[in-house]
């Protein structure tokens, strides 16, 4: 028995080096995390919608995804199995249009238990006056380093139908750092497209896009990839020329997916404008 805990210590030694040296797990995918299409089905409400082969790719993907990024709590809040696997799997949807593993350059997840306080300044730009202060949010992108999340929106958004995810707004905000790009009329039509929403924010108009959207470009970009996945149907009706950019830009069809009268897309009760926990990015 003691030769067997020495040689089991060892592989794990060994397989932890490895890990370091390459960045990749040297163990099974099949034997790590268990029972994660069990998690998934219960906790994702995207996975029954997945065609068959992109949840033959997903699952190996959040597999790795859970092995190689370690998440923390934060202020000793405890960060279950169950939540790494919920998060994984959203973050991993949002990047099946493309073959290469595209978390590199993710260093860590932090999850509170609810909403946190951020410091944040504002500055004048007439006066130039700095104007110091907080801002309570439910999600934030450190750059392309850490993803920092409220473990209540996480949860939240998977019993609303109003276009919110928390997971897939940051990791909108780390793709968008880790992987710049886009062409020039590709940028220039997303910009049209921004600004047809402050435009129709400014007038009072009730919007499909969250206004928090017309805050700048980049919230856009964020806002419209939940809506891009979580109500592709009515943001493909709505906002056609938005949706093929933001086809084109995940290499996926969501709106392909199911049926258009599915419960999922039906537009919620709930105001987006007065309702919606919403989120910070770093500058």
């Given amino acids: 028995m003691l030769r067997i805990l020495i040689v089991l210590a060892a592989a794990g030694i060994v397989g932890w080096l ?13 034997l ?19 065609p068959e082969a992109l949840r033959d790719k997903l699952v190996p993907r959040v597999r790795e995804f859970v092995e190689r990024i370690p998440f923390e709590g934060a202020n000793g809040f405890a960060v279950t199995d169950e939540m790494r696997k919920m998060i994984a799997t959203q973050a991993c949807i949002v990047t099946l249009g493309w073959d290469d593993y595209p978390f590199d350059d993710l260093h860590g997840i932090t999850l509170h238990p609810d909403e946190f306080v951020v410091d944040e300044s504002d500055e004048d730009e007439e006066t130039g006056v700095v104007t110091e202060g907080y801002r309570v ?11 920092v999340l409220s473990w209540r929106d996480v949860a939240d958004g998977q019993t609303r139908d109003d276009g919110y995810n928390v997971v897939i707004h940051e990791i909108t905000h780390f793709l ?14 997303l ?10 924010v ?17 919230e856009f970009l964020a806002v419209s990839a939940e809506f891009f996945f979580e109500r592709p149907v009515d943001l493909r009706d709505r906002h056609p020329t938005l949706y093929v950019l933001l086809r084109e ?27 919606t926990r919403r989120t910070l990015k770093d500058p």
């Fill in 249 to 275: 830009s995940f290499k996926l069809d969501p709106a392909a997916w199911f049926a258009p009268d599915s419960d999922l897309f039906r537009p919620s009760a709930i105001s987006l404008s007065a309702g």
């Fill in 202 to 218: 400014s007038r009072g108009e009730e919007t499909l896009l969250d206004p928090y959207g017309a805050e700048d470009l980049t």
């Fill in 176 to 189: 968008e750092h880790s992987h710049p790009g886009g062409d020039r009329a590709t940028r220039s039509a």
């Fill in 191 to 200: 910009k049209a497209a921004y600004e047809s929403l402050r435009e129709a």
């Fill in 18 to 30: 490895l890990w370091r040296r390459f960045g990749k797990s040297v163990y099974p995918m099949s």
């Fill in 137 to 147: 949010i439910s999600g934030q992108s450190q750059g392309s380093d850490r993803i």
């Fill in 32 to 50: 790590t995390p268990p029972n994660l299409p069990a998690v998934v089905t219960r906790q994702v409400r995207l996975w029954p919608h997945l």
